[in-house]
């Protein structure tokens, strides 16, 4: 009994020191003497949970079914035995309420998450921890209006946790405030390297703490299109060589993105290594596996692997079939070798089968049917997309479809739909309705623009534009009540006061159109012709300097060369009058080669010297031969 009371010091001694070794091997000691201690035993799986020996104590509970179920859930939880840790807790409503937030976490069921949490914020008030992952699952619901409602009441702890600052940062950056989503997420870097130096933390853990909030503002960056900033903040998250290696793989993966199709090698090999890492994709949420193989593929495609492409996409099809991305990019597949009616049929099937996810998959349809020429089935693609009926950037694209078809009806439908279906605090619903009713104005349904030009009154009083359409409208159909909403309208207001007896007697004014005066030259004209320079007139060609006096200066001398009489032109080899073999030359060109190329005499001894007598054409002598060259062509 006394070596008894002695192991029960020393267990006391080690969970003071928190020496779970320890507390281990006295528990083991004890239970030997006592195997029925109850105390001992659950210092025994207690001490198992914090070594981390989660399969030990599997083990050691499945002897005694029943008992420490809590201990037996977060076993299986941290062995990613997600369902057996919800069956062992299904029972437990009270106890282990937050291990069963955290599993549905695991299993991505965010909702059933988001309801415990708010149970137990009720129930037990606000906790560092338990708003942190409220936080969290706010932001994988896009439930923003709590997660706001949730930042404006704990406003305390702001400055205590970097945790919380950072979901709220992660909730405005999938909405897509970037103003405020900085702003969260720079305070959690700064509260974050503020409170664990006051905790005497080392600045290596430190960075490691700070890395996923450096690789979120530079995701943050990335969306803005700050890309090189982007891509220096990643590389020095990376250079630090985070510990946590889901931050490490979405960083290398961002990375590959920011390269757009360059380094296409380096890339596909980053790519494999991040998909094939069994602990990586084990930890990676189900959206970020998705992502990465998807960009696998796509660098397969860009690198013309088509083959390979396919193949992937085939598996990761039946592996994730909501997935709009991979239907997707195997119709692109299809559309790049130009077999566009299998590519419709494919994102056809995708769209059938899973309808909540198609939008994607609905807009490229559409834009395929469009890029043909299809508008009708093209607008039966975009009316079947649930999610975005009601958004306007798909109202102006139906309504201006329906208006290339000449669907005048169909347009009015889509404006009327949208009409009922938004809802009235929304900030773009008097928008709709003023445009329903411009619509139908400028058809010619007078009537019923009228009943909607009057419901937009009674958003916009006093616009006086809605109400000139309005008895406008109202003339078309029903001229007395036109009449008295147009004694309604202000007398037009004007800073100058006309009477009509006075401009009827005011005299006609006749003005008289005269031609310009060409001697009038106005001062600005004459100042450009002043300050135009002067340009210098070309003066003939002066007489040769030397010269002999008395002689006849040749004509010919001032001519371009082509005008001169002694231009023969450029030799052409095979054109003029006569032809022949090699050596054979007319007489006559002969005497006219003789004539102008003899050297002129004087002046007064060519006008003395008598006419040429006109010689007769000699006959052509025979063809000769030249030597050793046979019937080729002479040199020239």
């Not at 994988?140 to 702001?158: D, E, Y």
């Not at 969260?184 to 130096?197: E, M, P």
């Not at 623009?449 to 937009?456: G, I, N, P, S």
Request: net charge neutral; proline share 5%; glycine share 4%.
């Amino acid at each position: 009994m006394a070596q008894l009371h002695e192991s029960f010091a020393s267990l006391h001694t080690a969970i003071e020191d928190e020496d779970y070794e320890e507390v281990l091997a006295v528990s083991n000691k004890i239970l030997s003497i006592q195997p029925d201690e109850p105390d001992a035993y659950k210092c025994k799986i207690v001490a198992l949970v914090q070594l981390g020996r989660f399969v030990d104590v599997v083990q050691e509970l499945g002897k005694e079914p029943g008992q420490h179920k809590y201990e037996l859930a977060y076993a299986l939880y941290r062995q990613k035995k997600h369902e057996e840790a919800l069956a062992v807790l299904k029972d437990e409503e009270e106890t282990g309420l937050e291990l069963k937030a955290q599993i549905f976490y695991a299993l991505e069921r965010y909702q059933e998450a988001e309801e415990i949490y708010e149970s137990l914020l009720e129930r037990d008030g606000a906790s560092h921890d338990l708003v942190t992952n409220l936080s969290a699952t706010y932001v994988k619901t896009g439930n923003f209006s709590s997660l706001a409602s949730l930042v404006s009441q704990h406003q305390n702890l702001c400055d205590k946790s970097f945790e919380f600052l950072y979901n709220a940062g992660t909730a405005f950056l999938e909405r897509g405030d970037s103003v405020k989503a900085h702003q969260y997420l720079s305070q959690a870097k700064d509260v974050c390297n503020t409170q664990l130096s006051e905790e005497g933390v080392s600045q290596a853990d430190i960075d490691q703490e700070t890395a996923i909030i450096i690789s979120q503002l530079a995701y943050l960056d990335q969306k803005k299109g700050n890309l090189e900033n982007a891509k220096l903040q990643y590389e020095e998250v990376l250079s630090k060589k985070p510990t946590d290696i889901t931050v490490k793989a979405a960083c290398q993966n961002n990375i590959v993105t920011l390269r757009e199709g360059t380094e296409k090698f380096d890339s596909l090999r980053k790519l494999n290594q991040l998909r094939t890492e069994e602990e990586l994709m084990a930890k990676l949420s189900s959206a970020q596996q998705q992502v990465i193989h998807f960009n696998h593929c796509l660098m397969l495609l860009m690198m013309n692997k088509t083959d390979e492409c396919r193949d992937f996409l085939t598996k990761l099809q039946e592996k994730y079939p909501t997935n709009d991305l991979f239907p997707l990019l195997y119709a692109t597949i299809l559309y790049k070798n130009r077999k566009f009616q299998k590519a419709q049929e494919k994102l056809d099937e995708f769209i059938q089968n899973h309808p909540e996810s198609s939008v994607q998959a609905g807009l490229v349809m559409a834009q395929m049917h469009l890029n043909q020429g299809n508008v009708v089935p093209a607008i039966k693609v975009l009316t079947g997309i649930e999610k975005l009926k009601n958004m306007p950037a798909m109202i102006c694209t139906l309504v201006s479809l329906y208006e290339r078809v000449n669907d005048i009806d169909g347009a009015i439908n889509v404006l009327d739909a949208a009409v009922m279906n938004i809802n009235e605090s929304e900030s773009y619903y008097t928008t709709i309705l003023r445009h329903n009713a411009d619509f139908k104005f400028a058809a010619g349904r007078f009537e019923e623009a009228a009943k909607v030009y009057k419901k937009l009154l009674t958003y916009k009083r006093g616009d006086h534009e809605i109400m000139t359409n309005l008895i406008i409208s109202l003339a078309q159909v029903s001229p007395s009540k036109a009449r008295e909403l147009e004694e309604r309208l202000p007398e037009l207001e004007s800073d100058t006061k006309i009477d009509p007896e006075e401009l009827e007697n005011l005299p006609v004014v006749f003005t008289r159109i005269t031609k310009r005066d060409k001697s009038a030259v106005t001062s600005e004209t004459a100042d450009a012709r002043a300050k135009k320079p002067k340009t210098k007139k070309k003066r003939k060609n002066p007489p040769p300097k030397v010269i002999v006096p008395g002689s006849v200066v040749d004509p010919d001398r001032w001519k371009p060369k082509y005008e001169r009489a002694s231009y023969k032109g450029k030799r052409r080899p095979g054109r003029g009058g006569t032809r022949g073999a090699q050596g054979v030359v007319p007489a006559a060109a002969v005497s006219v080669k003789q004539e102008t190329t003899a050297a002129p005499a004087a002046a007064a001894a060519a006008a003395k010297r008598p006419a040429p007598q006109t010689q007769t054409q000699q006959p052509t002598p025979p063809p000769t031969r030249g030597r050793g060259r046979g019937r080729g062509r002479g040199r020239k």
